[in-house]
């Protein structure tokens, strides 16, 4: 079973602007975490936030995180083509140290 | 640094085949995850390993999958008999302790006919 619904499902932007994406799930955590997956490199960690935290910054990454809403958002700035991949939020509810990934957003940014 | 060793990357059996994944985590790393991920699916946790010792296997399907990491290192993933539900990528992850970032290997692509 997944934790976390990821909206939107697919998004298409032009290099230089903005992604933002959102991540919603369903019960307690400890931390969330977000990580990137392509054809080429697999799945890559690429930002930790924990439950006592509300924002983190990472280089072009921005991600929030509001616990009385259950959702995160990751914010992708000056997004170029290489960004091109899906992105996945995990979360860790601290209990069973078990991460519980959501269902993905697929970005593509045209060149 | 290696990273997180799968093979193989791709494999293509028919329905009622054994088949066998091997991961090599990185060097020093105590826990090892084995997840499914199904096509436009986030990964699922099947197992996962404290040293030798499985801690956490309640998503394995117990009657057809089974996994060892003998030495505490490398870990191997079984499939037997493969049916056709079981095409999907096999990850498998490390990571220092339970409470650390986990690294991904690039994973192996099953397609059973």
């Known amino acids: 079973s997944q934790q976390g619904e990821e909206d939107p499902q697919a998004l298409s932007i032009q290099e230089g602007e903005n992604a933002t994406m959102n991540c919603s799930y369903k019960?307690?955590?400890?931390?969330l975490q977000w990580y990137r997956q392509n054809s080429g490199r697999g799945l890559v960690h690429l930002i930790l936030?924990?439950?006592?935290?509300r924002e983190k910054h990472s280089g072009r990454l921005r991600v929030t995180l509001d616990t009385s809403k259950k959702s995160s958002s990751l914010l992708i700035t000056a997004s170029r083509a290489a960004d091109t991949a899906s992105y996945f939020c995990?979360?860790?509810?601290?209990?069973?140290?078990?991460?519980?990934f959501g269902t993905g957003t697929l970005l593509a940014v045209q060149p | 640094e290696a990273g997180v060793v799968q093979s193989p990357r791709y494999k293509i059996i028919e329905k009622k085949q054994p088949v066998a994944f091997w991961c090599n985590p990185i060097?020093?790393?105590?826990?090892l995850y084995w997840y499914l991920q199904n096509l436009g699916q986030g990964p699922e946790l099947l197992i996962r390993?404290?040293?030798?010792?499985?801690?956490?296997d309640s998503q394995l399907p117990k009657d057809r999958f089974s996994a060892e990491r003998l030495k505490g290192v490398d870990s191997t993933l079984k499939i037997q008999p493969a049916e056709l539900g079981d095409s999907a990528v096999y990850l498998c992850?490390?990571?220092?302790?339970?409470?650390?970032?986990?690294?991904f290997g690039p994973g192996t692509r099953l397609t059973v006919l």
């Open positions: 995990a979360t860790d509810s601290g209990a069973t140290n078990k991460l519980i």
């Open positions: 992850a490390s990571s220092r302790t339970v409470y650390n970032e986990q690294f």
């Open positions: 936030i924990r439950s006592n935290e």
């Open positions: 390993y404290e040293n030798e010792e499985a801690v956490d």
């Open positions: 019960t307690s955590i400890n931390n």
């Open positions: 060097s020093g790393h105590n826990t």
